[in-house]
Each structure stands twice: as structure tokens, then as C-alpha cells.
């Protein structure tokens, strides 16, 4: 499973991003996908994640209400709609999936492949 993370850039604070994740390598789409970042010097946390059907969505708490997770099966990708970027999100974000259907979003180490990630940088 190979994935594909595109859309950071460079923005003000209070701007919106949209981040992309194509994922390919496996026949159904239908697994969870979930988005991580990571700051210089800072562990890899949790931002969101999305159950294989769309149907349930988790966000870390920094996050809640400012940014949105969702995907489209047919395409193979999820997005992740960021906005009211603060300087505090800058970060390299990557998108994560699993081998199973059932996981729990928030641990890193449940996820079995990852995308390069994508670099966002928020300016004040």
C-alpha cells in the first residue's frame, strides 16, 4: 500500500489548507485513514482519523472544530480541510492506514503504512 500526501504550503495564520492523501496497492478502499503530525523536536501526534465507511470521525483536541476529515472511496483518498491555521500547526503532516478495518485512531503504532508527509507552515 503506497501513500501519497499532498497540499501543505506556506500560509498566514487564520488561512485554511486543504491536504490530500491518494493511497493505492490494495483493491478496496474501505479501511480507516487517519492524519498525524509532527513538529520539530516533538513526537508524532494524533490530528484525525476516519473509519473505512466515513460513517465516524476523530479529532485531537487542538484541533476540534477548526479542522475536518473526510474521504471519497471511489478516488481512494481523504482529505483533510484545515482552517484558522494557527503558527502552533506548523508541522510536516502525514497520513496513515491500516491492514485492519478496526483500530484505535489515536495510536500511531496501529497504523501499518504511511505516506511521506507534507509540510505545512503557518507564519504569524
Known amino acids: 500500500v503506497q501513500l501519497q500526501a499532498s497540499g501543505g504550503g506556506l500560509v498566514q495564520a487564520g488561512d485554511s489548507l486543504r491536504l490530500s492523501c491518494a493511497a493505492s496497492g490494495r483493491t478496496s478502499s474501505n479501511y480507516p485513514m487517519g492524519w498525524f503530525r509532527q513538529a520539530p523536536g516533538k513526537e508524532r501526534e494524533f490530528v484525525a482519523a476516519?473509519?473505512?465507511?466515513?460513517?465516524?470521525?476523530y479529532y485531537g483536541d487542538s484541533v476540534k472544530g477548526r479542522f475536518t476529515i473526510s474521504r471519497d472511496n471511489a478516488k481512494n483518498t481523504v482529505y483533510l480541510q484545515m482552517n484558522s491555521l494557527k503558527p502552533e500547526d506548523s508541522a510536516v503532516y502525514y497520513c496513515?492506514?491500516?491492514?485492519?478495518?478496526?483500530?484505535?485512531?489515536?495510536?500511531?503504532?496501529?497504523?501499518?503504512?504511511w505516506g511521506q508527509g507534507t509540510l505545512v507552515t503557518v507564519s504569524s
Open positions: 476516519i473509519n473505512w465507511s466515513g460513517a465516524s470521525k
Open positions: 496513515a492506514t491500516s491492514q485492519s478495518r478496526y483500530l484505535n485512531q489515536y495510536v500511531k503504532s496501529e497504523y501499518d503504512y
